[in-house]
Each structure stands twice: as structure tokens, then as C-alpha cells.
């Protein structure tokens, strides 16, 4: 398996646009975790789903903030309209479910700088 | 609410030296999971080592072990002979299994860990 892939790595956009990021799990895995990287937050959970499955948005910041999970090998999430704030890396991860714990695998990020 | 605490945001070591990275949690659950993830400069998030709750042994991956002391509720990382390689940020993480919902993963604020040769 070519891992968790994410697009785009790099998106620089301007204030007020709407920005898409992209994620394909692991064939297989039933969590899809999505995290904001920042300087001053460090790593902050935004949404998990669970067999496409939203359980907990209690993370993202805003309403400007939606994301999706339309079946088991896609899932997007969506910033609009984007702010300067917003800017950090953005990771995607996936996690088989099991009896025991597994861990979960990342993609590479997706680097946003919102100008 | 669960919680991971970090309290070192960098630390220094001499190359082959063996470094201890803390890490603390907080959590009410009964049956959770800790991990740690390494995260170089390059930007990817690394697998490092797994402890379950029920874990009576204490999880060892090559020259990674996990220190869990669960009446401290701590999770130490060691790692033993420290190479130039290992200059890196490192995360320490939590699940939870709650009984009724699915399980999310936590992350603390991460220790930077630099190698002088």
C-alpha cells in the first residue's frame, strides 16, 4: 500500500477562498483522523471519523471549517473562506480497528499558507 | 477529558548517550493506549512504540523502550545510544477506548531533541 496520501502538499491561497484538502487512507483502515500543525498549538485533533462516519468535530475552530467522508477511500476537508490564520500544516491519518490498539499512519501534511 | 503532557520542550544530548523524553497523561479511562511518534525536520510523522494500558511489560522497539509507570500515569521514551539521526521533534500520544464510541488519538506539545556529535 502506497500509505496515506494527501494533496495538495503545498497550497498557498488568498484571504476568502475556499480551500479543499484532499486524503486517501490505507485500504482498509476504518479511522480517518484529520490535524492542524501550528507552532503555538502544536497538534490539535480537528475531526475523526469511524467507517466514514463523523464521531467527534469538537475540534475544529470555526464553522468556516467543514469536512467530509463521502466513502472509505476519500475524504476532504474544507476551509471557507480561508484566513491568515488558518496557515500551518494539515495532516491526514488512518488507523486500522482492531481488539487491540494500533496506531495510526500519516500522510505526508499538506503545507497551507493563507496570504 | 484526556490530557498528554510534555513538560521539556528541548532537550541536548552528547551523541551515544542514552535520552529520557517525559510524558505524562491524564485520562479517566480504564483501557487506553500511548504511543510516541518522531517527527524530523523533514516533516513526517514517524511510528516510534506502542504501550497498551493492560500491558504488563513495558514495550521495547530496538533502541526505543517505553518507561510506563501507570500509578504515575507516565510514559517515558528512552532511547539508548543516541545517534545524529534521532535529532528530531517527538510527540508522545494517547487513545482512549471509551466502551460506547470509537477511539481518538491525542497528541502532547512534542520535545525537541537535538544530538551534538
Known amino acids: 500500500d502506497a500509505g496515506v496520501i494527501q494533496s495538495p502538499r503545498h497550497e498557498v491561497t488568498e484571504m476568502g477562498q475556499e480551500v479543499t484538502l484532499r486524503c486517501k487512507p490505507i485500504?482498509?483502515?476504518?479511522?480517518l483522523f484529520w490535524y492542524r500543525q501550528t507552532m503555538m498549538r502544536g497538534l490539535e485533533l480537528l475531526i475523526y471519523f469511524n467507517n466514514n462516519v463523523p464521531i467527534d468535530d469538537s475540534g475544529m475552530p470555526e464553522d468556516r471549517f467543514s469536512a467530509k467522508m463521502p466513502n472509505a477511500s476519500f475524504s476532504t476537508l474544507k476551509i471557507q473562506p480561508s484566513e491568515p490564520r488558518d496557515s500551518a500544516v494539515y495532516f491526514c491519518a488512518s488507523r486500522l480497528d482492531r481488539d487491540r490498539d494500533t496506531e495510526a499512519f500519516f500522510g505526508q501534511g499538506t503545507r497551507l499558507t493563507v496570504v | 477529558a484526556q490530557k498528554i503532557t510534555q513538560t521539556q520542550p528541548g532537550m541536548f544530548v552528547q551523541e551515544k548517550e542514552a535520552v529520557t523524553l517525559d510524558c505524562t497523561y491524564d485520562?479517566?479511562?480504564?483501557?487506553?493506549?500511548l504511543f510516541w511518534y518522531k517527527q524530523p525536520s523533514s516533516g513526517e510523522m514517524i511510528f516510534l512504540i506502542y504501550?497498551?494500558?493492560?500491558?504488563?511489560q513495558n514495550a521495547t522497539e530496538g533502541r526505543y523502550s517505553l518507561n510506563f509507570q501507570k500509578a504515575r500515569k507516565s510514559a517515558n521514551l528512552v532511547i539508548s545510544a543516541s545517534q545524529l539521526g534521532d535529532s528530531a521533534m517527538y510527540f508522545c500520544?494517547?487513545?482512549?477506548?471509551?466502551?460506547?464510541?470509537?477511539?481518538?488519538?491525542?497528541f502532547g506539545s512534542g520535545t525537541r531533541l537535538s544530538i551534538r556529535p
Open positions: 485500504s482498509g483502515h476504518d479511522y
Open positions: 500520544a494517547m487513545s482512549s477506548l471509551p466502551a460506547s464510541s470509537a477511539s481518538k488519538i491525542i
Open positions: 485520562t479517566s479511562d480504564q483501557s487506553y493506549g
Open positions: 504501550q497498551g494500558s493492560y500491558d504488563e
